[in-house]
């Protein structure tokens, strides 16, 4: 019997792996005092600091109700973490803008998360750092095209409204 994995095999090993990955982040987030930050927040936090956006494409982009989102901005706001300001191209709209406070908030949370990453990956071999160095890019790209084809369709449903 062969020790090559198949697609189903690395499918419920991925399966199995990120929800066990995120807990225990939000785990360590907790442990070190930060417990009203949630991975969600960090990466809207991350999102909009790339580049401001509106509550509907967030919510569009996360796969989530925009009241979902609209209770989520509103904890951030009320933090200091983002602000909303006019959408000079919309009025209507509102941007959805991360502050310095959000920046220092992303930034410290992204080298606690990477920190604890490092401790927890401390026994990995050369050889699973290696595998990973293949997988891990490839699987970056094809969520990548999945995100640009899954947005694409949305543009054209909308279209043809």
């Known amino acids: 019997m062969s020790n090559t994995w198949s697609i189903d095999t690395l499918s419920e090993e991925l399966v199995k792996a990120f929800p066990m990955l995120g807990r225990q982040i939000a785990a360590h987030l907790r442990a ?11 990466g ?14 967030l919510a569009k982009m996360r796969r989530v109700s925009l009241q979902s989102v609209s ?6 706001v ?34 606690q998360i990477v920190g604890f990453l490092m401790e927890l990956l401390a026994d990995v071999t050369e050889e ?6 293949i997988f891990l890019p ?14 694409q369709g949305e543009q054209e449903e909308q279209t043809q409204l």
């Open 32 to 42: 070190t005092g930060d417990e009203e930050t949630t991975l969600m927040q960090v």
């Open 71 to 76: 209770v989520l901005v509103q904890g951030m």
């Open 44 to 57: 809207v936090l991350n999102q909009i600091k790339e580049r401001s956006t509106t509550a509907s494409e």
């Open 138 to 151: 490839a699987l970056r790209r094809m969520l990548t095209q999945h995100m640009a084809i899954d947005s």
């Open 78 to 111: 009320e933090r200091g973490w983002i602000i909303r300001a006019p959408d000079p191209t919309d009025r209507r709209q509102f941007l959805l803008q991360i502050t310095p406070e959000g920046v220092a908030k992303a930034d410290t949370t992204h080298n």
């Open 128 to 133: 699973e750092i290696a595998a990973a160095q």
